[in-house]
């Protein structure tokens, strides 16, 4: 989106005039800078350079169609300088059949000269020429160009076509007239190129919100809403994706640094082995307890590891840790399945051998298991093992922080992303295209 | 400040991380039971677990 041709201003004068066309008054804000000025009531555009003020074009428009949001003649500040609103034109591009419309302010202050508002569905743009051309950045795709060190990338290029105008401009306006278009974004900045034959204009603007719009020129009411995303609005999340990866890549280094250092300082350390066979065609009572073993250190988890000799077959093991001084048990069930075979599919296994389960937060003391096999009659003989193991590292939780530690990552660079992907859908390179597009 | 908010919240987590290898936390289902008589030593059949007659896998594809 851009602001139109530029002339350096002069010293301000004040002069009363009337529209050659109608009669009407005309107010005149930058007599000697304006080169066009467009009655309000007849919508002639005329040539303020002369002193007839001869009619260049006469348009047809519904005045009250496409009233500027800040009237003409509003005063406001724009970084620090006083600016008064002289000028208001709408602009049109057409994108595949549909057209979309822009509204452009000109602004002016007689010591500082021209700048412009644009304005498109609530999002707002101090634009001003630039003193000098940005450079094109060679065989980059899509084209890029660099100003002042800061590399554009190009966001659309389109015909655009002037479609109602009012108030004075520094150039010489036309409605139907049109230029190409060319826009380059680096939020917040945007430039823009207008080429009218071998006529190249240049000029920079940056994003503003409509509330700082109205603050600057004092206006009652709230903004129009700003709708979706705009080609140079800056992301919210702008700046934290990096350092939110940043702080990621720290809090992981944390976490590598706790797991060694909890793998080194955890016991880790066998402290019961027993050796048994459960005959599943037996009747009677099959549970048994083992001999008595020494738990050490603080309180902590210990694991109890299962191995067996199944092969298409599953046992069933009841257990019990019961702390020999307190009676304190904790009682937990395991089931050890291994079945195997092929089929027409090929060949096929279920389940494992072997088994292993920490059980947490066991004090400190001695300790027996008691067990209670079971399995379907007719298995015949399990050989199994049973050993338990003092202050396991469990890595499972190490993989539960990972996630919790990502999960913002994650959903802030997608949250990024979507707003990068909305941005780019409306350009001539969107991020993922359905209709073949070059990105 | 969304880089602070991260920050106290991967603190959070290395903390609770932190926690639970020190205390020994795991995710299996175990049945914590009080008082359990000093009979069971000698008679291992005297005690019921609550996983008895539990559901049981009945075997392969």
């Not at chain 1, 057409?94 to 700048?115: D, I, M």
């Not at chain 1, 990621?248 to 250092?261: E, N, P, T």
Request: charged content about 20%; hydrophobic content about 35%; some cysteine.
């Amino acid at each position: 989106m851009s602001a139109g041709g530029r002339t350096p201003p002069g010293k301000p004068q004040t002069r009363a005039l009337n529209c050659p066309g109608c009669g009407a008054a005309l107010t005149v804000r930058s007599f000697n800078n304006a080169v066009t000025i467009v009655c309000d009531s007849c919508h002639s555009i005329l040539d303020a350079k002369d002193p007839n003020l001869q009619i260049l074009q006469q348009f047809k428009a519904a005045t009250d169609k496409d009233r500027p949001h800040i009237p003409l003649g509003t005063r406001g500040k724009i970084r620090g300088t006083d600016y008064e609103v002289i000028g208001f034109e709408r602009r049109t591009i057409h994108v595949e059949g549909v057209a979309y419309s822009w509204h452009e302010y000109v602004l002016f202050n007689p010591f500082k000269g021209f700048r412009y508002l644009t304005e498109y569905d609530g999002h707002w743009n101090d634009c001003s020429t630039l003193k000098a051309l940005p450079d094109v950045v060679s065989f980059s795709s899509p084209p890029k160009v660099k100003y002042l060190g800061e590399t554009y990338k190009h966001f659309q290029t389109a015909r655009a076509s002037t479609s109602f105008v009012l108030g004075e401009f520094p150039w010489q306006v036309r409605v139907g007239e049109s230029v190409e278009v060319s826009d380059y974004v680096s939020p917040p900045r945007v430039l823009s190129s207008e080429q009218t034959g071998n006529e190249v204009t240049w000029s920079m603007g940056e994003y503003m919100l409509g509330r700082d719009v109205w603050k600057a020129f004092r206006l009652p009411g709230s903004p129009p809403e700003a709708k979706g995303v705009y080609e140079n609005q800056p992301s919210p999340m702008s700046g934290e994706v990096k350092s939110i990866w940043l702080t990621f890549a720290f809090l992981l280094l944390a976490l590598v640094v706790l797991m060694i250092g909890f793998d080194l300082s955890a016991q880790n350390k066998d402290v019961f082995t027993g050796y048994y066979k459960y005959d599943s065609n037996q009747r009677g009572e099959a549970s048994f307890v083992t001999d008595d073993f020494e738990v050490k250190g603080h309180t902590s988890n210990v694991e109890l590891k299962t191995t067996t000799d199944l092969n298409n077959r599953w046992i069933y093991l009841n257990y019990a840790l019961i702390n020999e001084t307190t009676g304190q048990a904790f009682d937990f069930g395991r089931e050890v399945s291994y079945y195997h075979g092929y089929d027409s599919d090929g060949s096929w296994s279920e389940g494992s051998a072997n088994d292993a389960v920490a059980v947490p937060g066991v004090p400190p003391g001695r300790y027996y298991l008691r067990v209670e096999p079971e399995g379907d009659p007719g298995h015949g003989m399990t050989y199994y093992t049973v050993t338990v193991k003092r202050d396991v590292p469990q890595y499972s939780f190490y993989a539960i922080a990972l996630g919790a530690l990502l999960l913002p990552a994650i959903l802030l660079s997608w949250r990024a992303l979507s707003f990068e992907h909305l941005r780019w859908a409306e350009s001539d390179h969107p991020m993922i295209s359905t209709s073949g597009g070059d990105e | 400040m969304m880089r602070i908010l991260y920050m106290l919240y991967g603190a959070a987590v290395l903390v609770g991380l932190s926690i639970a290898q020190y205390q020994g936390w795991s995710l299996a289902r175990v049945n914590e039971v009080k008082n359990v008589p000093r009979s069971v030593r000698d008679n291992p059949g005297s005690y019921r677990s609550v996983y008895s007659s539990y559901h049981h896998y009945t075997g392969g594809k």
